[in-house]
């Protein structure tokens, strides 16, 4: 160890006696390099006087997150407040929830404090809402912290379903309560398929739809303890705020929110496990006040303006579809299932988000549903008439039973000719052969569209996916990003090209489209591509992963030749089964050729370690002017090998 080395950990280990001045007044370049050794919470407490003297913290946040990730996964974040965030919710999360891998183990020191946790929660915008000791502790020792993430957390991870008939679940509702109700959280992202935990969230929260299940639950709770604070009055234990039930057995159920002291006697009622607390949010928040605090009176009632249900099944669709008609304040609606829905459940959710359209209140502008079974599906949603901005649909052929008539039923007043407001338009395809007509409508109907992502289309043998591109110059010229992705575009670079040349395009994707597998003349075709590239100057992303380029990826340094390089910042050339001797030829080329700006080079999942004195070699070539996105690979996997060699 260097004594630089010394020092560095020195700094760290002292830093409380040091102080940030002692860090400020070291030269720029010693700075920068001490920053890889801090701690998170040092990190969050010299950055803003850093950030005021023009020094990111950048490449400390990015070295805490390729610690957290491993060395086979590139931290991609663009900015020093990105990196930052994405490593405090990371860590917050494990320590917070008790969990632990390799960094936390090793920082366990550092990150199991109060300072840490402070400073995590100030930076944190999503929460995950997992029962276990710690979420109780936010209702009695570490209020304070509930108190922050209140006014901090945007969106709420629901990643289990809560049995509402035991005690324990009380605290995860107390807290869901706080988030969504008390604080400015907006966004809900349930894991599981729950239709009553999905009832109790929608309950009162944008909606003027009352599950009757839950409806029932709630009364008899509060019935439940009407009966028991009456019996308390003759000596029973009650539930007042403060005793909880012990009813359920579970371990959780010890933990006395406020500190009160606990009865020791059982009732009758408890022994038999029936349990004597109300899942009704505004009784919940009245018992888990503080005992010396002012009475709340009467909750808000937040809403929801961004729900996702990542599990969502017939049942939890049921419970959706009764409170959609109502939720005027919902704008982003995703829901995907592990399996495809059915037609009846599509058409069930084509109902109700038909019902919300005929409102003027309706807010809801973005809609994902996965998996569908087949595309005509997609048009039964469309005839849904809600003014959607984006939409994102995901299809999966069955192929066995009955499907939906693509003549089925409409209302008199449905127009598919009419214009669509889209700007922003996924759709992701695993069928034998997909309607091409059908996607051609849509997109001829969307003169608005500013995003596009297609993925997976296949078409009969002999068929070409010209029309697509042709489409889009004709019909979409506000298009400012296009992704295509798994499919077969060799035979389709003239529409490629005038596509370049009819829009304004920013970001553009060909990834995994078998680019030169038909070229004759692989070389001069991809010099076509790059020049056509040049003359757009709005252009600043381009991908090329998955395209078997190799070799030829040297033609790609002339981007930045001649007198009017290329807008490019960003390349991604990953997958490409580029050899080191391959890429060590690239940087010579685009050193000499140097970009105008940094241009961020994605490098993944090429052959590194084929030879890796000469790929060192290319990547400290590049490193003066690129920033580099670069995993490890094994080439002795050999199926990799094949794959990225076909």
């Not at 308390?232 to 010890?254: F, I, K, N, V, Y």
């Not at 003027?360 to 569908?372: E, R």
Request: net charge neutral; with cysteine; hydrophobic share 40%.
């Amino acid at each position: 160890m260097c004594l630089k080395e010394l020092c560095f950990r020195a700094v760290r280990t002292h830093f409380a006696a040091l102080g940030t001045e002692a860090v400020l007044d070291l030269p720029v370049p010693l700075i920068k390099e001490l920053l890889l050794h801090l701690t998170v919470c040092q990190l969050d407490e010299v950055q803003p006087e850093l950030n005021q003297r023009g020094i990111s913290t950048y490449s400390g946040w990015a070295g805490v997150l390729r610690d957290l990730y491993g060395p086979n996964r590139a931290a991609d974040f663009l900015t020093e407040e990105e990196a930052k965030n994405e490593a405090m919710r990371i860590l917050f999360t494990l320590v917070f929830h008790g969990f632990r891998n390799h960094f936390v183990i090793r920082n366990s020191a550092n990150l199991n404090t109060p300072s840490f946790m402070w400073a995590a929660a100030k930076c944190i915008k999503q929460f995950l809402l997992i029962t276990s000791l710690a979420l109780q502790s936010l209702t009695a020792e570490q209020r304070p912290i509930l108190n922050l993430l209140e006014k901090r957390i945007r969106s709420v991870g629901v990643p289990q379903s809560f049995e509402l008939s035991r005690s324990c679940t009380q605290f995860a509702l107390y807290v869901l309560h706080r988030l969504l109700d008390h604080g400015v959280a907006k966004e809900i992202v349930i894991q599981v398929d729950c239709p009553i935990t999905l009832a109790w969230i929608l309950h009162g929260r944008g909606s003027q739809y009352v599950n009757p299940d839950l409806k029932d639950l709630i009364n008899s709770k509060k019935e439940s303890c009407v009966s028991h604070a009456a019996s308390a009055s003759a000596g029973t234990p009650s539930c007042s705020p403060g005793l909880e039930a012990r009813a359920s057995g579970d371990e959780h159920d010890q933990v006395t929110p406020c500190k009160r002291s606990k009865l020791d006697s059982v009732s009758a009622e408890e022994e038999s496990g029936k349990t004597n607390f109300t899942v009704d949010p505004q009784v919940l928040c009245q018992t888990f006040t503080p005992c010396d605090g002012p009475s709340a009176g009467a909750c808000p009632w937040g809403q929801i303006d961004r729900l996702e249900i990542r599990h969502c099944g017939s049942d939890s669709l049921r419970v959706l579809n009764s409170a959609l008609p109502t939720f005027f304040c919902l704008r982003s609606l995703t829901l995907h299932s592990f399996s495809t829905f059915r037609d009846s459940d599509v058409l069930g959710l084509a109902r109700a988000l038909r019902q919300l359209s005929e409102s003027s209140h309706s807010s809801l502008t973005d809609l994902n549903v996965g998996v569908l079974p087949y595309t005509k599906l997609t048009e039964v949603l469309l005839d849904a008439r809600l003014k959607l901005m984006s939409l994102h649909v995901e299809i999966h052929t069955v192929v066995w039973g009955p499907h939906l008539s693509p003549h089925h039923p409409r209302n008199a007043e449905s127009d598919m000719s009419a214009e669509l407001p889209l700007e922003k338009l996924t759709v992701k395809v695993a069928e034998l052969q997909t309607d091409l007509q059908f996607i051609a409508s849509v997109l001829r109907r969307s003169p608005r569209l500013t995003s596009l992502h297609v993925a997976g289309m296949r078409l009969p043998t002999g068929s070409s996916l010209s029309l697509l591109l042709s489409t889009l110059s004709e019909s979409n010229r506000c298009l400012r990003s296009l992704s295509l992705e798994d499919m077969k575009l060799s035979d389709c670079l003239p529409e490629i090209l005038h596509l370049l040349t009819s829009c304004k395009l920013e970001e553009l994707r060909c990834n995994d489209c078998r680019l030169l597998e038909k070229w004759t003349d692989k070389e001069e075709s991809l010099q076509q591509l790059v020049a056509a590239v040049k003359s757009v100057p709005s252009l600043h992303t381009l991908s090329l992963a998955q395209n078997r380029l190799a070799k030829n990826v040297c033609v790609l340094a002339e981007l930045f030749s001649g007198s009017s390089p290329s807008s490019v910042k960003r390349l991604d050339i990953s997958s490409n089964f580029i050899q080191p001797v391959e890429l060590l030829e690239f940087a010579e080329r685009l050193r000499t050729h140097r970009p105008p700006h940094r241009l961020t080079l994605d490098l993944r999942r090429n052959p590194g370690d084929r030879d890796p004195d000469t790929w060192s070699a290319a990547l400290k070539t590049l490193r003066p002017f690129c920033a580099l996105l670069i995993e490890g690979w094994k080439s002795t996997d050999t199926m990799v090998d094949h794959i990225s060699n076909m």
